[in-house]
């Protein structure tokens, strides 16, 4: 069975060949040892991609016995740094070199359109960069001791590390994951969502292509409930890395607890406040900035502010302006380069938000933007952006997560008010403040229950922290630090050698 052969014209003129889905296990593609399968449907169309393996326990074992037995043999992790520094480098390359094929086959299985810069190949590329240059710089402690024995504290990469990715981003959260466990020394069993499997498929191969000894990055597809289950379950895999819903980040430290206690990183739903101060002036900038934020992948991110905060006597006229953006916004397919608001990712996906609108109204929200799917030819899965106001705190959309372009606008009397109704949700994942009061504004800041506060929200002019910058969610958004240094830490055990020569 051909998985490599692709036809790589992104334009539309050939469409970028589907690879068959299938385990990747010690640099090699092989069956799955399952015979229920799933379909991978284009959410722009409603038309059949693939045939997706659900995935066995199997399938599992031979994934995680070939990494462990790569970690064993400590090719990979005993390489010298610069080694591999240049071998990530070059999977960095690799992966900017396809980033045009990788974007292209987010943007078929699950809907990402070709045109967001955010979270694209690009930007995974940079990551892996970044990874590649943090080897050399992940350093130990001296401790001083007596003049008969020396105290030192190691870091040592934790082993097998199984990394569950969820599939709004593909190619970036599989990066995400993998960089900063090869960067430790780990080996990686990658499972992707069942939802989006074509560019993982793609960058296990760029890593063998790189230089990654064969076993060091495995690949594992198929259903949470199987996969998932597994991986978590194994008394071989060290580590679980894991983005997703909070609900299964829960199974995830469950099977840690169940079996042998491994490592868990959990990044998982949010519930982010836009909060927006009455001394604001430029309400057009703020609105641009909010609309961005909840029509992007179609609101399916987990950082989205997907609540809007608004001091009451700029409410009505921020409001608005935010609803006359929203009128605008036109829906196409996600392959289209002139697409900025594509399909969400299922039909199952787009009822889940579908009801969740029913609930706002029933709890007692005015619905004035949207509320509904857009009817059209190719059977493709498209919403309308959806805003509420006059939202009650305890309606289910001003407090769950809804994965999809819904805002629920809520008045606040000063910032006291601002701070509670923003900790009136169990996430905490990000926050959003604007207001030309840096006092106000850092009050805020500093009792906000968030991950990541953005103060004065704008786009950023320049890099701000790059990659560089670490995080560790509040709550029910999980547990765990990912990014930068501290992210590359996570990935390392804390061994302490204690050498005594007198």
Same mark, same amino acid.
């Given at each position: 069975m051909d998985t490599t052969d692709t036809a790589t014209n992104v334009s539309g003129e050939n469409r970028e060949e589907i690879m068959d889905v299938l385990p990747f296990v010690n640099g090699e593609f092989c069956s799955s040892s399952t015979e229920a399968y799933m379909s991978s449907i284009n959410p722009s169309t409603g038309e059949k991609l693939c045939d997706v393996p659900e995935g066995s326990v199997r399938d599992v074992d031979l994934a995680v016995l070939s990494s462990k037995s790569a970690f064993d043999e400590r090719s990979w992790v005993d390489a010298p740094p610069s080694h591999k520094k240049m071998v990530l480098h070059r999977f960095g390359d690799l992966i900017a070199a396809e980033a045009d094929v990788l974007d292209y086959l987010d943007a078929l299985e699950m809907g990402k359109p070709i045109a967001l810069g955010a979270f694209s190949a690009i930007s995974a590329a940079a990551l892996m960069h970044f990874y590649a240059e943090s080897i050399d710089k992940l350093s130990g402690t001296h401790f001083n001791s007596d003049s008969t024995s020396m105290a030192v504290q190691?870091?040592?990469?934790?082993?097998?590390?199984?990394?569950?990715?969820?599939?709004?981003?593909?190619?970036?959260?599989?990066?995400?994951?993998?960089?900063?466990?090869?960067?430790?020394?780990?080996?990686?069993?990658?499972?992707?969502?069942?939802?989006?499997?074509?560019?993982?498929?793609?960058?296990?191969?760029? &890593?063998?292509?790189?230089? $990654?000894?064969?076993?060091?990055? *495995?690949? !594992?597809?198929?259903?949470?409930?199987?996969? /998932? =289950?597994?991986?978590?379950?194994?008394?071989?895999?060290?580590?679980?890395?894991?983005?997703?819903?909070?609900?299964?980040?829960?199974?995830?430290?469950?099977?840690?607890?169940?079996?042998?206690?491994?490592?868990?990183?959990?990044?998982?739903?949010?519930?982010?406040?836009?909060?927006?101060? &009455?001394?604001?002036?430029? $309400?057009?900038?703020?609105?641009? *900035?909010? !609309?961005?934020?909840?029509?992007?992948?179609? /609101? =399916?991110?987990?950082?989205?502010?997907?609540?809007?905060?608004?001091?009451?006597?700029?409410?009505?006229?921020?409001?608005?302006?935010?609803?006359?953006?929203?009128?605008?916004?036109?829906?196409?397919?996600?392959?289209?380069?002139?697409?900025?608001?594509?399909?969400?990712?299922?039909?199952?996906?787009?009822?889940?938000? $579908?009801?969740?609108?029913?609930?706002?109204?029933?709890?007692?929200?005015?619905?004035?933007? /949207?509320?509904?799917?857009?009817?059209?030819?190719?059977?493709?899965?498209?919403?309308?952006?959806?805003?509420?106001?006059?939202?009650?705190?305890?309606a289910k959309i001003a407090r769950e997560e809804i994965f999809g372009p819904v805002l629920s606008v809520m008045g606040f009397n000063d910032t006291d008010d601002a701070i509670r109704l923003a900790n009136s949700t169990s996430y905490g994942l990000a926050a959003y403040v604007w207001t030309n009061d840096s006092r106000k504004g850092l009050k805020i800041a500093n009792n906000v229950n968030t991950a990541v506060t953005c103060l004065n929200a704008a786009a950023p002019a320049g890099e701000g922290a790059g990659h560089a910058f670490s995080a560790e969610p509040y709550g029910m958004s999980g547990t765990g630090t990912e990014g930068g240094m501290a992210g590359l830490e996570s990935f390392c055990r804390r061994h302490f050698l204690w050498i005594n020569h007198g």
């Open positions: 190691r870091l040592v990469p934790r082993g097998v590390v199984a990394a569950i990715t969820p599939w709004n981003f593909p190619t970036y959260n599989a990066t995400m994951k993998i960089a900063p466990a090869l960067a430790a020394g780990n080996s990686v069993v990658l499972k992707p969502s069942e939802l989006s499997n074509q560019s993982s498929l793609r960058i296990v191969q760029l &890593g063998l292509d790189a230089g $990654l000894p064969p076993g060091v990055l *495995n690949l !594992v597809p198929g259903l949470g409930a199987t996969v /998932g =289950q597994a991986l978590g379950l194994h008394m071989a895999v060290d580590m679980i890395t894991f983005t997703g819903s909070t609900s299964v980040g829960r199974h995830m430290m469950q099977y840690s607890g169940n079996s042998n206690m491994k490592a868990v990183i959990a990044e998982c739903g949010g519930k982010s406040p836009q909060i927006v101060c &009455g001394d604001c002036t430029d $309400l057009d900038i703020i609105a641009d *900035n909010i !609309v961005q934020s909840v029509t992007m992948n179609q /609101g =399916q991110v987990c950082s989205m502010g997907s609540r809007l905060l608004v001091e009451r006597n700029i409410e009505a006229k921020l409001t608005e302006k935010v609803l006359e953006r929203f009128e605008k916004i036109a829906t196409g397919e996600a392959t289209d380069p002139n697409t900025s608001y594509g399909p969400v990712v299922t039909k199952q996906q787009l009822n889940k938000i $579908l009801a969740y609108i029913e609930s706002g109204k029933e709890d007692g929200a005015d619905l004035v933007c /949207g509320g509904d799917k857009v009817n059209n030819e190719k059977n493709g899965n498209y919403i309308k952006p959806t805003a509420f106001i006059n939202v009650p705190e305890t």
